[in-house]
């Protein structure tokens, strides 16, 4: 007896320490976890000399412009609601190409704006058409391959851009089933992909703009999310990542003429990524798997001084790097846990990195929670990787938890900086974000056990994932939520509904309730992958509805929220609106929020921001944990939004 009254003094002391060191810990604000960066992007100038960025103009992401060395910062666009995401330098070095929708309607728009005069034009002036950017090689720096959906909203065809006319001309036209086009370095179209109607994969190449498609290889649906990475420096072989003949998809080298296959680079359980070609020749230099953390493995020697030379920058893993045609000067990207992300200028002749800026630095005043690689055994005894992101400065310990699981599915979680996992950190929860089944990037076999099991093993994965945490002492069993976007939304859902004891509430940002009606209102473009959706989802009606929390919805006991972008193309509005309906006609408690400009999640900082006031203050109540309150304009664009 006194032993046990001496465990609990321990344990209320250990706790009351926790406590008061969480209350040392300074509050993060939400303006800036969420906000705008401060600058983010840098890519660096074909012709070494220039380094354009976004950075916020008057509250909104545009695109900025430096000379390297010099401090003469200046913004070339003028957007002023949506904001820009991404830039593409084109190889004259003059203008800089970038995609933007409407709303969140992801019918994206091509836009080219000359840096001397910031004079901003539309390449693809067409209303409900999505316009991609195929393909810009440095010899020919007159032109792009976009592709675009103009003449069957279901698949693209590819156009030739005159990057100084502006003339649009039509180049290669989809026969039907093709998925994906690639161009070689000559920016003629040589090779396709497409998706078999039992969801394998046939590349088909041709030895010239009007010569006769041929069969290269194929594979079946059995293999990963296979893929062209490119085509050799001189044309004459196709870089694939596929899985054929192995567990983990390889990179190998495929003789266009011969169909000979060379395997380049391999690993029995993680697949290759992703390839880093030099920018002036293409060669292969290097390729990536991701691992605990991102892992460059180098094929060519000449870049392995100089990767030894920016290990020693940072203790980050390097998420990016921009090159000059030259290949003297590097942008290079670390992204640590702990940290914001930071850019560094990098110099090959003196192997010297110098500091840019971070994106975020405004987090360098708060202490950050470390992110924890973790694995733990599936109920059936399969191996599941994740991470944990536990409260800096107290011990992990009998906590709340929130399970962030990612979207996708056929994605991946990273270790490196997230700003859920730090957001909900700092508010006093563990974090566990599981890389459940079906995931991508461990092999064929971890992906393909994920198949049919949306509301089977990979929802148990979840659950095993919560019983692991609770195990070791880190969760507390009764305050453990779960919340996500994407298929992570549906996980959640899916937790409340088929496993209703397990959580103690719910945050779904844009998640599907029902797989049927989810797999009828997919984009349009999204035909020539239907068959893989069916291969991986389920490919009837009863079984889909078996799997849908919309049909489960009178076991929902927890307190659920749930947020929807009205304009999204991938998961209709109507699929929070069924759930919201089911939950109200049960009396069960719901809070929604609907924002009439965005789609596939809040891409604005007021939406996010306002978002993630109401869920942290949501998650307080059901968790205990700290929460900022809203600020007035949060709170008015909350009662604007609030259905």
């Known amino acids: 007896m006194i032993r046990s009254r001496s465990a609990y003094l321990a344990l209320f002391l250990l706790l009351a320490l926790s406590a008061l060191t969480l209350a040392q810990t300074q509050l993060i604000p939400r303006s800036?976890?969420?906000?705008?960066?401060?600058?983010?992007?840098?890519?660096?100038?074909?012709?070494?000399?220039?380094?354009?960025?976004?950075?916020?103009?008057?509250?909104?992401?545009?695109?900025?412009?430096?000379?390297?060395?010099?401090?003469?910062?200046?913004?070339?666009?003028?957007?002023?609601?949506?904001?820009?995401?991404?830039?593409?330098?084109?190889?004259?070095?003059?203008?800089?190409?970038?995609?933007?929708?409407?709303?969140?309607?992801?019918?994206?728009?091509?836009?080219?704006?000359?840096?001397?005069?910031?004079?901003?034009?539309?390449?693809?002036?067409?209303?409900?058409?999505?316009?991609?950017?195929?393909?810009?090689?440095?010899?020919?720096?007159?032109?792009?391959?976009?592709?675009?959906?103009?003449?069957?909203?279901?698949?693209?065809?590819?156009?030739?851009?005159?990057?100084?006319?502006?003339?649009?001309?039509?180049?290669?036209?989809?026969?039907?089933?093709?998925?994906?086009?690639?161009?070689?370095?000559?920016?003629?179209?040589?090779?396709?992909?497409?998706?078999?109607?039992?969801?394998?994969?046939?590349?088909?190449?041709?030895?010239?703009?009007?010569?006769?498609?041929?069969?290269?290889?194929?594979?079946?649906?059995?293999?990963?999310?296979?893929?062209?990475?490119?085509?050799?420096?001189?044309?004459?072989?196709?870089?694939?990542?596929?899985?054929?003949?192995?567990?983990?998809?390889?990179?190998?080298?495929?003789?266009?003429?011969?169909?000979?296959?060379?395997?380049?680079?391999?690993?029995?359980?993680?697949?290759?990524s992703f390839v880093v070609t030099q920018p002036q020749t293409s060669k292969l230099q290097a390729v990536v798997f991701l691992r605990e953390r991102r892992d460059f493995q180098i094929l060519d020697p000449a870049l392995q001084p100089d990767f030894d030379a920016l290990k020693k920058v940072r203790d980050a893993d390097i998420s990016d790097i921009s090159r000059d045609l030259a290949d003297d000067k590097w942008v290079v990207a670390f992204e640590g846990d702990d940290a914001p992300i930071y850019y560094y200028l990098y110099d090959r002749a003196s192997k010297k990195a110098t500091a840019l800026f971070s994106n975020r630095p405004a987090l360098e005043n708060f202490k950050l929670a470390k992110v924890k690689p973790i694995q733990y055994k599936a109920r059936d005894g399969m191996t599941i990787y994740g991470y944990l992101t536990t409260p800096a400065g107290i011990d992990p310990k009998n906590l709340s938890m929130v399970i962030f699981p990612h979207g996708g599915p056929w994605g991946r979680d990273l270790w490196g900086y997230d700003p859920y996992a730090q957001w909900l950190a700092n508010r006093g929860y563990a974090v566990l974000q599981p890389n459940f089944r079906a995931s991508t990037g461990y092999g064929k076999q971890y992906l393909n056990a994920g198949d049919r099991q949306w509301a089977g093993t990979m929802h148990t994965d979840l659950l095993d994932g919560k019983d692991w945490a609770v195990k070791e002492g880190i969760a507390a069993s009764a305050k453990v939520c779960i919340m996500g976007g994407s298929y992570g939304g549906y996980a959640t859902l899916a937790g409340v509904a088929f496993a209703p004891d397990a959580f103690a509430c719910g945050v779904d940002i844009v998640g599907p309730s029902n797989l049927n009606t989810l797999l009828k209102t997919i984009p349009p473009y999204w035909s020539t992958l239907l068959a893989v959706f069916h291969k991986r989802m389920g490919d009837n009606e009863e079984f889909l509805k078996s799997q849908s929390p919309l049909f489960k919805a009178d076991q929902i006991k927890v307190p659920l929220m749930i947020g929807q972008g009205a304009n999204d193309p991938r998961v209709n509005k109507a699929e929070s609106d069924q759930i919201v309906a089911a939950m109200r006609k049960n009396n069960k408690p719901v809070v929604y929020f609907v924002f009439p400009d965005e789609g596939h999640g809040f891409a604005r900082p007021e939406n996010r921001m306002a978002f993630n006031a109401a869920a942290e203050e949501f998650l307080a109540k059901y968790l205990g944990g700290r929460h900022e309150p809203p600020s007035d304009a949060e709170q008015k664009l909350l009662d604007s939004v609030k259905q």
């Open 32 to 272: 800036v976890l969420f906000g705008n960066p401060e600058r983010s992007s840098p890519q660096i100038s074909p012709d070494g000399t220039l380094l354009a960025y976004l950075a916020p103009d008057q509250g909104v992401l545009n695109i900025w412009v430096r000379t390297l060395g010099k401090t003469d910062d200046r913004a070339i666009t003028n957007d002023r609601k949506r904001g820009i995401r991404n830039l593409f330098w084109q190889y004259d070095s003059k203008s800089i190409l970038y995609a933007q929708d409407q709303n969140g309607d992801e019918n994206w728009r091509v836009f080219q704006t000359t840096i001397a005069t910031k004079q901003t034009r539309d390449l693809t002036p067409f209303d409900k058409v999505r316009a991609d950017i195929v393909a810009l090689e440095p010899a020919h720096p007159e032109t792009a391959l976009i592709q675009l959906n103009k003449r069957d909203p279901k698949v693209f065809d590819i156009y030739r851009v005159n990057l100084g006319t502006g003339e649009l001309t039509l180049d290669t036209e989809n026969p039907g089933d093709v998925a994906g086009f690639q161009p070689d370095h000559d920016l003629q179209v040589r090779a396709a992909q497409v998706t078999t109607p039992d969801g394998g994969t046939i590349i088909r190449v041709r030895d010239g703009a009007k010569s006769p498609w041929r069969e290269l290889m194929k594979w079946g649906p059995e293999e990963t999310l296979g893929n062209i990475s490119g085509f050799s420096p001189d044309n004459r072989a196709l870089w694939v990542i596929t899985s054929l003949d192995a567990n983990a998809a390889r990179l190998v080298a495929v003789d266009i003429a011969t169909a000979k296959r060379t395997v380049i680079s391999e690993d029995p359980q993680f697949d290759v």
